[in-house]
């Protein structure tokens, strides 16, 4: 415990959501009359973009950190994983012999995915922390802010770009860089995820049972999660939701 335990909850978590709160607080009148009760709020596909950043900007600095340690950034992520399998409780020999493969083979897959699922996770908890502080404070009719829409998500151009040069890199890089671009994917990638889920929330409408097994596929299956993202991608290059919402006659947002 003590101040190095208050510093990591200051950095990793109290600073960042003031910081999300306060973007997500922001607005501006429509239209050119500053008197005007009519707001336009910050949009919703920049707050999701920011929950990825600053898990990413963290990532960065933490591999320049650990760039010294001896294996670089991925031996710095073997010892925690080896301290972490350390604590667990012992087992008889028997079991360890029948499981010692299949252990292996999960600490070689979170050897190379932790930094990034790590990530993901840290901003799945933002997002959900978020909406449920939002859904608590508009139940009690106190909110500032109206719940924005699943399907009004709207990335910025420059964020599809990032996606597809670190796809790209990582066929032409390795060591430390690769590791670095690998484990960056997939918090890049959760933005997508957000807005494939709003394409899905466009396409079954009122229809819940559709929306609640597209949500079903989209968490448990990995093949899912990849499509949702992949769905997500082209809806924000080719505006699939706008698209659609011209053939249905409705508002897309």
Known sequence: AGWPVGLQYLIGSSLPAAFLAQRALLARPVGDDPSSRDLEWYPTGHLVTWVSILPAVGMIAGFVAFLGWEGGPKGAVKVYIDLVMSLAPAVDVDSVERGAEALETWKAVFLESLPGWAAVVWASLMILNGLTAQWIVARSGRNIRPTPSM???????????????????????????????????????????????????????????????????????????????????????????????KLSGNDPD
């Not at 040069?165 to 959760?190: E, K, Q, R």
């Open 151 to 245: 399907a009004s998500i709207k990335l910025p151009q420059w964020l599809m770009g990032a996606l597809a040069a670190l796809l790209l890199l990582s066929f032409v890089t390795d060591g430390t860089p690769g590791y670095l671009v690998d484990n960056l994917i997939p918090i890049v990638s959760l933005p997508f995820f957000l807005a494939g889920l709003g394409l899905a929330h466009a396409l079954a409408g009122h229809r819940r049972g559709l929306l609640v097994g597209a949500y079903l596929i989209a968490l448990i299956f990995p093949l899912g999660q990849k499509l949702t993202v992949v769905l997500g991608f082209l809806d924000q290059a080719f505006d699939l939701r706008g698209r659609l919402s």
